[in-house]
T-cell receptor, first 117, second 113 residues
């Protein structure tokens, strides 16, 4: 079974600064996908960024980027130029590859990020 | 806009009184999921449908059931809600392409009195 660990229950960052959220995972799979989801207070969960394990290049989406270290089973999220709207719970999630169909996500426990003005 | 819709957004029920939560989607996705999320915790998968094939997680209580009458709609039935079932219930959908993103609805917050 796969597990996802987020070791930082809460973090805070000043507006315009950079913050890194940590995520490690455990799996025996060689092909899989990793995700960061954002859940703002009282709002729905949305995808922040996605990484395919077979791709060495780290995914980026505007101010969001990841540091994917496959050997270390580490998948951290970096948020640059933090904005007040980035305040949310962030979940790291793992999905193993299946040739046909999709497989369920395994979530970490989340990191609550507060951006301070 | 294509989306995942959950109704109602808030549901109050009495201890032991059956309740049904609904989810609809305009994404035409084959896969639909129901998650339970308690305060400040990660979502916990209850079950998912791959088309009409129902997949129940091993630790999902028998008190929870689901129906998917067509591609667009999925229902979560809680037969006899207990106080411990108070939570946010999230519906999500995805295509069948490997590794595809799941799209979440806004959730239904269930309160059991």
């Amino acid at each position: 079974a796969q597990t996802v660990t987020q070791s930082q229950p809460e973090m805070s960052v000043q507006e315009a600064e950079t913050v890194t959220l940590s995520c490690t995972y455990d799996t025996s799979e060689s092909n899989y996908y990793l995700f960061w989801y954002k859940q703002p207070p009282s709002r729905q969960m949305i995808l922040v960024i996605r990484q395919e394990a077979y791709k060495q290049q780290n995914a980026t989406e505007n101010r969001f980027s990841v540091n994917f270290q496959k050997a270390a089973k580490s998948f951290s999220l970096k948020i640059s130029d933090s904005q007040l709207g980035d305040t949310a719970m962030y979940f790291c999630a793992f999905m193993k590859h299946a040739n046909s169909g999709n497989t369920p996500l395994v979530f970490g426990k989340g990191t609550r990020l507060s951006v301070i003005a | 806009d294509a989306m995942v819709i959950q109704n109602p957004r808030y549901q109050v029920t009495q201890f032991g009184k059956p309740v049904t939560l609904s989810c609809s989607q305009t994404l035409n996705h084959n896969v639909m999921y129901w998650y339970q999320q308690k305060s400040s915790q990660a979502p916990k998968l209850l079950f998912h449908y791959y088309d009409k094939d129902f997949n129940n997680e091993a630790d999902t209580p028998d008190n929870f059931q689901s129906r998917r009458p067509n591609t667009s709609f999925c229902f979560l039935d809680i037969r006899s809600p207990g106080l411990g079932d108070a939570a946010m219930y999230l519906c999500a959908t995805s295509s069948t392409l490997p590794g595809e993103t799941q799209y979440f609805g806004p959730g239904t917050r269930l309160l059991v009195l």
